[in-house]
């Protein structure tokens, strides 16, 4: 059935972009890119593609629907691409996406791209990753009094516009990579920045989270920029 679907997708929803990301000391993660435009999208497009609709998505606005559907497709692809089983991804109570026994994943999307990666669970942990847009002025200011401290807000110096909506990204990220083993949602202010590379952040937990992730307990953020300026982030542990 799988392959049916792909084969007949309708004209508005394109075809997955693999991205390979290679990473240090970790797996090369094979990134499942769909772009989309969420004005030529139609709810019909679950039922074609065999893809559950839950209520809460069924009542939310046309872009919502587009940005899940898609969210959830390319999880699909990334699924196959992995060699595991692909089933539909559930949403768990906090929102987080319930892949299938035996793998480990994460979906993002920012109105115009969706994202996904899927890895066999066991050698790790959880991953993360979150595609964020070039911010606007009025965003920017949101995103500082948001996701970094006026002690983050200082490293960042006059590099500030660039750099915070690649902090979110990467603490996006985290919270992905990590809610597994936390299980419960923790703000922002749960990690710090320390150091911005050119690709890589690192920060240091914060907060107690759960036994591994304890105060102190570094992370490695990885991230690049996309050709047409969105930042793409990757936590893997």
Wanted: charged letters at 15%; glycine letters at 8%; proline letters at 8%.
């Amino acid at each position: 059935m799988f392959a049916l679907i792909l084969s007949d997708m309708p004209p508005f929803i394109a075809r997955p972009h693999v991205l390979p990301w290679p990473l240090p000391d970790a797996p090369t993660l094979a990134v499942q890119l769909i772009e989309f435009t969420a004005e030529a999208f139609t709810p019909a497009a679950f039922a074609a593609h065999a893809l559950a609709l839950p209520a809460h998505i069924e009542r939310s606005v046309r872009k919502r629907q587009a940005e899940y559907f898609h969210g959830r497709l390319a999880a699909r692809h990334a699924l196959a691409a992995a060699g595991l089983p692909v089933t539909d991804i559930g949403t768990g109570t906090g929102r987080q996406p319930l892949w299938p026994v035996g793998a480990i994943g994460s979906i993002t999307h920012n109105g115009r791209r969706a994202g996904a990666v899927a890895l066999p669970a066991g050698a790790w942990h959880g991953v993360g990753i979150d595609i964020e847009s070039p911010a606007t002025p009025e965003q920017l200011d949101s995103l500082a009094s948001l996701a970094v401290s006026a002690d983050e807000l200082r490293l960042l110096g006059a590099d500030r516009d660039a750099l915070l909506p690649l902090v979110f990204s990467a603490k996006e990220s985290f919270y992905k990579a990590a809610y597994g083993a936390v299980g419960r949602f923790f703000d922002f202010s749960a990690v710090r920045v320390t150091a911005i590379d050119t690709d890589r952040l690192t920060f240091i937990v914060a907060e107690p989270l759960s036994p591994h992730w304890a105060v102190g307990t570094p992370v490695q953020a990885h991230w690049r920029r996309l050709p047409d300026g969105d930042v793409l982030t990757a936590v893997i542990w």
